[in-house]
């Protein structure tokens, strides 16, 4: 089973790259913001207690995110792999991934890291936020924020895979299909 955690800042090109590597290599794309809206949808105890904390301001524990992604691989089990989308953002969260996938025997294959710089991502980020709609890719303030929120918090995650001889890292500024070969060249020998 081929499973890899896309790891990069806001605006990195996760979101463009994992659409392409989930259709070539047949993967299931696993995004936490995803799974925490399907679950909440659905009415699952889960998905209950993870609206209730979200309507209280209360972040979502790991345990409960863990177990959305438990359920998540319960109804994919003749999947091919994964793309672990935002997911882990902490070296905790990457340790109860490490466990659980373990408890399934299968593991990380590796993480590949986008490096983008930060005024590319700040570009990127302001570019898309004239036809996302989203308003935190409309001020360079919060975009910054966001930015630097993801090198203190997230991404140290990147040394927990360095640990474990399993980061790749791929330049992520260039043509599209240009970045998708280097990953490619990275998946095919994971």
């Keep these: 089973m081929l499973n890899i955690v896309l790891f990069g800042p806001p605006g990195a090109g996760k979101g463009t790259q994992s659409a392409k590597l989930i259709d070539k290599y047949q993967l299931i794309h696993l995004s936490t913001g995803d799974l925490l809206r399907s679950e909440i949808a659905a009415g699952t105890p889960l998905g209950l207690k993870a609206k209730g904390l979200m309507d209280a301001g209360i972040l979502v524990p790991d345990e409960v995110v863990i177990g959305m992604i438990d359920n998540k691989l319960s109804q994919n089990p003749d999947a091919k792999g994964f793309i672990f989308?935002?997911?882990?953002?902490?070296?905790?969260?990457?340790?109860?991934?490490?466990?659980?996938?373990?408890?399934?025997?299968t593991a990380i294959s590796g993480m590949i890291a986008l490096e983008v710089e930060e005024n590319e991502l700040?570009?990127?980020?302001?570019?898309?936020?004239?036809?996302?709609?989203?308003?935190?890719?409309?001020?360079?303030?919060?975009?910054?924020?966001?930015?630097?929120?993801?090198?203190?918090?997230?991404?140290?995650?990147?040394?927990?895979?360095?640990?474990?001889?399993?980061?790749?890292?791929?330049?992520?500024i260039g043509e599209i299909d240009e970045i998708f070969i280097k990953l490619c060249a990275i998946m095919d020998k994971l």
């Design 122 to 172: 700040i570009s990127r980020l302001l570019l898309r936020g004239q036809s996302s709609g989203r308003p935190d890719d409309q001020n360079e303030e919060l975009i910054a924020m966001r930015v630097k929120e993801y090198n203190t918090k997230t991404a140290p995650v990147a040394s927990y895979y360095k640990d474990q001889k399993k980061y790749f890292s791929v330049y992520g």
């Design 85 to 105: 989308d935002g997911f882990p953002r902490t070296i905790p969260q990457a340790s109860a991934l490490d466990t659980l996938l373990t408890q399934r025997s």
